[in-house]
């Protein structure tokens, strides 16, 4: 089943002389419980990709449909509330609130549109994330791969259709690295989850069973590891 599908995918900024062309015709369709890796340096626009993905920029050109809803047709409140519930995102510097313990960081999509969790889902998250008994502890007394492992959390407890990962491990050491890595993994399987993982690493790439590369807004090489 198609969760994702883009078609001619363009994005230019900028007008005359100055204009650049982050995204140059994308043609891309991912499977619902593939975990596909986006591999590009930076420049080659697969960070453009993601925020287009994410409904955070609006392409300049072509469709991407995920879910079945075609993106361009939401408005700015639309896409909002598509990307809350419908697009998990997990962004290098984890982006939690420091005044929020775990658990409430990890509620809070679902807070903020006054639904009651799913204590089954949340449990089976938590747990299998390895952070249940780190529900209490603030951010400030969290490590950096267990903040990590609360932004997945948090993305996940919408059951989004994707999950998008923004270089998750740029900032962390190579155990909490791999740790993060093992965790899509297992985000992936366990939960039967959709990811696009964002990176420049071509030894974090290569644990994905899909390894999709970009260059200067053109994908060069579209590789099944498995």
């Given at each position: 089943?198609?969760?994702?599908k883009c078609e001619?995918?363009?994005?230019v900024?900028g007008?005359g002389?100055?204009q650049v062309?982050a995204?140059?015709?994308?043609?891309?369709?991912?499977?619902?419980?593939?975990?596909?890796?986006?591999?590009?340096?930076s420049g080659?626009?697969?960070?453009?990709?993601?925020?287009?993905?994410?409904?955070?920029?609006?392409?300049?050109?072509?469709?991407?449909?995920?879910?079945?809803?075609?993106l361009?047709?939401l408005?700015?409140t639309q896409?909002?509330?598509?990307?809350?519930?419908?697009?998990?995102?997990?962004?290098?510097?984890?982006?939690?609130?420091?005044?929020?313990t775990?658990?409430?960081?990890?509620?809070?999509?679902?807070?903020?549109?006054?639904?009651?969790?799913?204590?089954?889902?949340?449990?089976r998250?938590t747990?299998?994330?390895?952070?249940?008994?780190?529900?209490?502890?603030?951010?400030d007394?969290?490590?950096?791969?267990?903040?990590?492992?609360?932004a997945v959390?948090r993305?996940?407890?919408y059951?989004?259709?994707?999950?998008?990962?923004d270089?998750p491990?740029?900032?962390?050491d190579q155990?909490?690295?791999?740790?993060?890595?093992?965790?899509?993994?297992?985000?992936?399987?366990?939960l039967?989850?959709?990811?696009?993982?964002?990176?420049?690493?071509?030894k974090?790439?290569?644990?994905?069973?899909?390894v999709?590369?970009i260059e200067?807004?053109?994908i060069?090489g579209?590789?099944?590891?498995r």
């Amino acid at each position: 089943m198609e969760i994702l599908k883009c078609e001619g995918l363009r994005k230019v900024y900028g007008s005359g002389r100055g204009q650049v062309t982050a995204l140059d015709g994308i043609d891309l369709s991912v499977s619902k419980g593939e975990f596909v890796a986006i591999l590009g340096a930076s420049g080659s626009g697969k960070s453009t990709l993601l925020h287009i993905l994410g409904t955070v920029e609006r392409p300049t050109g072509g469709r991407v449909i995920v879910s079945g809803t075609d993106l361009s047709k939401l408005d700015q409140t639309q896409a909002a509330l598509f990307r809350r519930r419908k697009v998990g995102l997990v962004y290098q510097f984890y982006n939690l609130i420091p005044t929020l313990t775990a658990e409430k960081n990890i509620l809070l999509p679902l807070t903020l549109d006054k639904k009651k969790p799913d204590r089954e889902l949340f449990d089976r998250i938590t747990g299998a994330l390895g952070i249940a008994d780190k529900l209490d502890a603030l951010p400030d007394q969290l490590s950096g791969g267990e903040q990590q492992r609360v932004a997945v959390a948090r993305a996940l407890i919408y059951r989004p259709a994707l999950l998008l990962a923004d270089e998750p491990t740029g900032n962390l050491d190579q155990k909490n690295s791999k740790e993060v890595v093992d965790m899509l993994k297992l985000s992936n399987r366990g939960l039967e989850q959709t990811i696009l993982l964002i990176t420049h690493d071509e030894k974090v790439a290569m644990e994905a069973e899909r390894v999709i590369t970009i260059e200067d807004g053109r994908i060069i090489g579209d590789e099944r590891r498995r």
